[in-house]
């Protein structure tokens, strides 16, 4: 059985970098996609970032090229079974519960959408701070 375990997070200071780690377990992800969903207070679930676990090729939302791709990095560790999401320059609309989640690999142009994955962590609530 999968399961995702997130760490991280918690209060952090406008300006700071924070990384989360989305510990996985239960499967052999080599043919997985992992990525990183944010919901905000009052928000929908948010697509941050995604990652294919073979060969590290990553996604980003559309309305972020250029600009959060840079401050926001994803990455995997395959010796760890674990996944990173580091937000550098931390800002007030990064505040939210994050969720790391997990499917078998699909077309990339599925990885934004939060009903392509089937497996879930619990989620870590990030407060950005002044």
């Known amino acids: 059985q999968v399961r995702l375990v997130e760490s991280g997070g918690g209060l952090v200071k406008i300006g700071e970098s924070m990384t989360l780690s989305c510990a996985a377990s239960?499967?052999?992800?080599?043919?997985?996609?992992m990525a990183w969903f944010r919901r905000a207070p009052g928000k929908e679930r948010e697509f941050v970032a995604a990652?294919?676990?073979?060969?590290?090729?990553?996604?980003?939302?559309?309305h972020s090229q250029g600009s959060d791709q840079g401050r926001i990095i994803i990455s995997r560790d395959t010796a760890k079974n674990t996944v990173y999401l580091q937000i550098n320059d931390v800002r007030p609309d990064d505040a939210g519960v994050y969720y790391c989640?997990?499917?078998?690999?699909?077309?990339?142009?599925?990885?934004?959408?939060?009903?392509?994955?089937?497996?879930w962590g619990q989620g870590n609530q990030v407060t950005v701070s002044l």
């Open positions: 989640a997990a499917t078998v690999a699909i077309a990339r142009m599925a990885w934004p959408r939060p009903q392509t994955y089937d497996y």
């Open positions: 239960g499967a052999t992800f080599s043919t997985y996609v």
């Open positions: 990652i294919r676990w073979s060969g590290g090729l990553t996604y980003w939302p559309d």
